[in-house]
T-cell receptor, first 111, second 115 residues
Framework: DAKTTQPTSMDCAEGRAANLPCNHSTISGNEYVYWYRQIHSQGPQYIIH???NNETNEMASLIITEDRKSSTLILPHATLRDTAVYYCIVRVEDYGQNFVFGPGTRLSVLP | EAGVAQSPRYKIIEKRQSVAFWCNPI?????LYWYQQILGQGPKLLIQFQNNGVVDDSQLPKDRFSAERLKGVDSTLKIQPAKLEDSAVYLC?????????????FGPGTRLTVL
């Protein structure tokens, strides 16, 4: 079973920031938070991951609370192409550990 | 860089028939995964290969599903016989062996409909 809980769906206006929350209250000290997204009719795509520090890349920012029990994925300027299902996953950074996907959050970016 | 290739993209069969899916991972990726994604759910891992050996097949319904990766490159996933509940998208993914965060690269998937 997935170790995270996410809202089922969210809307965001085009050009605004999309903030996607994720709760992972049982996260272990050696588990990372990963975000993937899945655009319709495509396979999931890696976005970002982090352990305890905030992370930023060309796609998004990841904010992890100090107690690590929750995190937020931020898409700073959402576009229509960002409409997708977003998955938050916690996972030990071990080669043998797999990703367990929950149902994710369906983000709809509205014009 | 070419991505993960899968074929066919769509397949419609009747229950009790057999079906096979093919996956070609990214060149140089030692690890290959097959996932099943039922409509409205996240992908569920079926089997993981490292080179041509099985690492994890604990969630593969072995009475009807089989998979192989004979030369450590391409892989096939077979269902025999198919059931209605096997209707799903079958995703193949690959990753570099030893990558620090083991990012998985997914193919576009094969959508299977069992009638």
């Amino acid at each position: 079973d997935a170790k995270t809980t996410q809202p089922t769906s969210m809307d965001c206006a085009e050009g605004r920031a999309a903030n996607l929350p994720c709760n992972h209250s049982t996260i272990s000290g050696n588990e990372y938070v990963y975000w993937y997204r899945q655009i319709h009719s495509q396979g999931p795509q890696y976005i970002i991951h982090g352990l305890k520090n905030n992370e930023t890349n060309e796609m998004a920012s990841l904010i992890i609370t100090e107690d690590r029990k929750s995190s937020t994925l931020i898409l700073p300027h959402a576009t229509l192409r960002d409409t997708a299902v977003y998955y938050c996953i916690v996972r030990v950074e071990d080669y043998g550990q797999n990703f367990v996907f929950g149902p994710g959050t369906r983000l709809s970016v509205l014009p | 860089e070419a991505g993960v290739a899968q074929s066919p993209r769509y397949k419609i069969i009747e229950k009790r028939q057999s079906v096979a899916f093919w996956c070609n991972p990214i060149s140089g990726h030692a690890t290959l995964y097959w996932y099943q994604q039922i409509l409205g759910q996240g992908p569920k891992l079926l089997i993981q290969f490292q080179n041509n050996g099985v690492v994890d097949d604990s969630q593969l319904p072995k009475d009807r599903f089989s998979a192989e990766r004979l030369k450590g490159v391409d892989s096939t996933l077979k269902i025999q016989p198919a059931k209605l509940e096997d209707s799903a998208v079958y995703l193949c993914a690959s990753s570099l062996q030893g990558a620090s965060y083991n990012e998985q690269f997914f193919g576009p998937g094969t959508r299977l409909t069992v009638l």
